[in-house]
């Protein structure tokens, strides 16, 4: 082994390396913040909807969850256009990273509304709430805290995923990687910098989020 | 749309194609199934070196724990890249099938380390103590006590990551080992429609991981239900 790792080259990227962290906290955000609404919501048909609805959020979320993110970006970015929907990069990868994350999240949050006891909903139901206040203001503030652990799980390994898109040639972390190897050729020296990255930014996010969730619901959720 | 999809189809799915997409298909089964068993093998290494009271020292507690924390936090493209790249610093000739299985033993070995920690950790602290008693070596407690018990929580989330290092593989596409989504790729080069190589792979991969996954939810429904009888 001839080679010889030089930093010193790519040093003064970091930066513009953590640049691309912000974008991909941005992209990890908002897939997040889409895949719990459509968690949300089928969680709740699941729970409350008609028989064929359940069926439909069933095949939604068995499809998601067993074919790779790639390969449903890559329909999303080649097939759309032929029907005639373009999207830039950074759309279809939000849109698709938000359809697997909804999957994975009405997985979560099913489970959190089947814990929930009968005799609440009953109760609910007889003082005349409708299904969308019931499940805002009975639903929701009950299986917050025992939801939250995975909720944030699910939050951290968004941020992973969202690498997905330097794929697509959106300048997050890891595309950012991308132009700087292609500048410096110090390919090794970058991508371990950026794994370095990853790794303090998911930390940096676990911390945060069992603090807020500490504050939020006194839930005791360790670190490591 | 739909009529040159129509038109295109018999031609997609020729013998020659078939057979192309047969081999792809077979590259990422060997990927994903050997690479997950190697990593899970090498991950309860690890959940052993970590715990206190079977292997755990301390330099090898603290080097297994680093390992376990660093590897989950870091997604696989990254990691695919740094093995592809030190691999071709090193001068070594592999194949890229052989750099993208030793990035999925080495990101299964980390998730793997995790689901048997919990597993040990189920075993109840009484019979640990029993064992000590009993004046067990750590082998013993290991083999007789520790295994019998903990491999009913480990089994079937095992199967669990298995489909997500299936689906992570697609992702070895990128540096180009011929696997199912670098095949999409060079047909949909190659002509054909965007629909029909895409489409047919998602089918394939769900047709993988879907069993994968009912194996684990059907086991841990049976392991479950005996464990609490």
């Known amino acids: 082994m001839n080679y010889t790792l030089i930093y010193s080259q790519v040093t003064g990227h970091i930066p513009y390396l953590l640049g691309g962290a912000v974008l991909t906290l941005q992209l990890a955000v908002i897939s997040f913040l889409a895949g719990w609404a459509i968690g949300l919501l089928n969680a709740s048909v699941l729970h409350f909807g008609p028989r064929p609805a359940r069926l439909a959020v069933q095949g939604y979320v068995t499809f998601f969850i067993n074919t790779p993110l790639l390969v449903q970006i890559f329909f999303i970015f080649f097939v759309l256009p032929d029907a005639g929907i373009l999207l830039s990069p950074y759309a279809a990868v939000a849109i698709g990273m938000s359809l697997n994350a909804g999957a994975y999240l009405t997985e979560i949050q099913r489970a959190g509304f089947q814990s929930l006891r009968r005799e609440e909903i009953d109760a609910a139901t007889a003082m005349g709430f409708s299904v969308p206040q019931l499940v805002w203001y009975v639903v929701l503030p009950h299986i917050a805290k025992a939801l939250y652990p995975p909720l944030s799980n699910q939050f951290i390994i968004q941020v992973m995923t969202t690498s997905i898109a330097a794929i697509f040639a959106v300048e997050e972390l890891t595309g950012r990687a991308y132009n700087v190897n292609s500048l410096t050729f110090r390919s090794l020296e970058v991508f371990s910098i950026v794994a370095v990255i990853y790794v303090l930014l998911t930390l940096v996010c676990s911390v945060a989020l069992a603090l807020l969730g500490r504050w939020l619901f006194r839930v005791k959720a360790r670190v490591f | ?229």
Request: net charge positive; with cysteine.
């Open chain 2, 1 to 229: 749309m739909w009529d040159q999809i129509l038109e295109d189809a018999p031609r997609f799915f020729g013998p020659w194609n078939l057979l192309f997409l047969g081999e792809a298909l077979v590259n990422t089964l060997l990927l994903s199934y050997i690479g997950a068993a190697l990593g899970f093998m090498i991950g309860f290494g690890l959940a052993i070196g970590r715990h206190p009271r079977l292997y755990g020292i301390l330099p090898v507690r603290l080097a297994a724990t680093a390992y376990v924390e660093v590897f989950r936090r870091i997604p696989f493209l990254v990691k695919l890249m740094c093995v592809f790249f030190a691999f071709q610093l090193s001068g070594t000739q592999a194949t890229l099938f052989t750099v993208a299985l030793v990035t999925v033993v080495l990101s299964a070995a980390a998730f793997a380390a995790e689901i048997a920690r919990a597993g040990i950790e189920a075993v109840p602290a009484p019979q640990w103590d029993a064992a000590e008693a009993m004046n067990f070596s750590r082998w013993r407690v290991l083999t007789r006590v520790v295994a019998p018990q903990s491999w009913r929580v480990v089994l079937p989330p095992l199967f669990g990551y298995a489909v997500g290092f299936i689906k992570s593989t697609s992702i070895a596409s990128q540096i180009g080992v011929m696997e199912l989504t670098y095949a999409a790729k060079i047909l949909n080069t190659r002509g054909f429609s965007a629909l029909l190589c895409f489409g047919t792979i998602l089918v394939l991969y769900f047709l993988i991981c879907w069993p994968t996954k009912r194996i684990g939810e059907r086991l841990e429904a049976r392991l479950g239900r005996r464990a609490k009888a």
